[in-house]
């Protein structure tokens, strides 16, 4: 996996967001709570937790939640393939929470001006999109980390 | 029996000795401390008291909790003898019905994060490779645990 490197922001409305698929759809989070990407692993199911959590992995001596977006936002089962991965975040100061995605794209630099509200007719009623941007022709949904929590 | 165990509630910190045991190949802690026997029983000799398994142990009815049936876990292959874990707690006592025993090993309670608030299970160990929940043994005598 090729280093994040942190910059200072470019300008003041700019942020960097880390750019993944889930069923043909692009997602991003803030890299400021990506913490690391790691691959696929065993993960081991803990009963009677949220249905989106699949289980919790072993990380190098650290206990890591892992939820399925597939699971979160209703899209069927996951489809794990070798590009599959975890991305672990950081939530609450000091835990941890791995997503599973079905690929990680890229690093991508994003201003204010670029995101536009997510339209209130396509709108869900638990909607985790906080806001869309269209970048290089294709549309990329972004996610605050809290609201999947 | 010798009630000189130290009961310790909800998390423990340190480390301490559990044993390890497997159900639907999964692998779970029990807390040492609340163990009191390891019977193995063939299934021709339980009971029933209002439909749940039971077994006589000196003197006492001890009701058998199915963990693949109370975690909706794969069930287990059926078998004519039980390893059945009898722990204590409050003074009620009950049986875990477990696949097979995996030894008995020192380990440290680590936190599930988001997902401590899950009663069942007080935290998680690493094993070599694997990761074993660790039993919550009062939240099975405050709740009522059904089987299947």
Known sequence: MAELAIYENITENEKRYLVFGVKNEKFAFDISNVNNIVQMEKIRPVPCAPKCYKGVINLRGEIIPVMSLHTKFNLGDDNITPNSKIIILNVDEDKQVGVIVDNVKEVLTISEDEIEKPSPFLKKEESNVTGVSKVKDSLISIIEVNSIM | ?148
């Open chain 2, 1 to 148: 029996m010798d009630t000189n165990q130290l009961m310790v509630l909800g998390e423990q910190t340190g480390t301490y000795q559990a044993l390890i045991v497997s159900i639907s190949n999964e692998l779970f802690a029990i807390p040492l401390s609340t163990i009191l026997s390891i019977e193995n029983v063939a299934v021709s000799e339980l009971s029933q008291v209002d439909n749940d398994d039971v077994i006589y142990l000196r003197g006492k009815v001890i009701p058998l909790v199915y963990l693949d049936r109370v975690f909706n876990m794969e069930p287990s292959p059926k078998k004519e003898n039980l390893s059945v874990v009898v722990c204590m707690y409050n003074h009620s006592y009950f049986g875990f019905v477990v696949d097979s025993l995996n030894g008995q090993k020192e380990i440290e309670t680590k936190s599930l994060g988001v997902l401590d608030d899950n009663d069942f299970f007080t935290g998680a160990s690493i094993l070599d490779d694997e990761v074993a929940l660790i039993l919550n043994i009062p939240s099975f005598v405050t709740e009522e645990v059904r089987n299947g």
